[in-house]
């Protein structure tokens, strides 16, 4: 059970690297394909944002991966659950504002891997 709730913050911090690349690195060339739902000519004029919102992401990827290098268990369940807690939030919002696949890209695999944070 340890090494599968391990797994899972692995793949949401992997996962929110790739938003802060894609966000930050990747907005004007790889955005458009990612994000169709935009006009493409909105991805130049709001790549400062997107570079501030993949900053974020990449705080978020932070975190999760400091939890799993913490050898005190106490400690280390503590902080992945403050940083799962942060993603799943951020995923329920942008659920409800952007587009509702954000809960199943982002908020359910932190979800999930709270849910067995929780029961362990």
Same mark, same amino acid.
């Given at each position: 059970?340890?090494?599968?709730?391990?797994?899972?913050?692995?793949?949401?911090?992997?996962?929110?690297?790739?938003?802060?690349?894609?966000?930050?690195?990747?907005?004007?060339?790889?955005?458009?394909? %990612?994000?169709?739902?935009?006009?493409?000519?909105? !991805?130049? $004029?709001?790549? &400062?944002? /997107? *570079?501030?919102? +993949?900053?974020?992401?990449?705080?978020?990827?932070?975190?999760?991966?400091?939890?799993?290098?913490?050898?005190?268990? %106490?400690?280390?369940?503590?902080?992945?659950?403050? !940083?799962? $807690?942060?993603? &799943?939030? /951020? *995923?329920?919002? +942008?659920?409800?504002?952007?587009?509702?696949?954000?809960?199943?890209?982002?908020?359910?695999?932190?979800?999930?891997?709270?849910?067995?944070?929780?029961?362990?």
């Amino acid at each position: 059970m340890e090494i599968l709730i391990k797994i899972l913050i692995g793949l949401v911090a992997f996962l929110h690297f790739y938003f802060l690349y894609l966000e930050m690195f990747a907005w004007t060339t790889r955005g458009p394909k %990612v994000f169709k739902s935009i006009p493409a000519t909105q !991805f130049a $004029t709001t790549k &400062a944002m /997107a *570079g501030n919102q +993949g900053l974020y992401n990449g705080f978020l990827a932070a975190g999760l991966v400091w939890a799993l290098l913490i050898t005190d268990p %106490v400690w280390q369940r503590n902080v992945s659950l403050f !940083f799962l $807690t942060c993603v &799943a939030i /951020a *995923g329920v919002y +942008g659920a409800a504002t952007v587009s509702k696949r954000i809960f199943f890209i982002q908020a359910m695999p932190a979800l999930a891997a709270i849910g067995l944070l929780v029961v362990l």
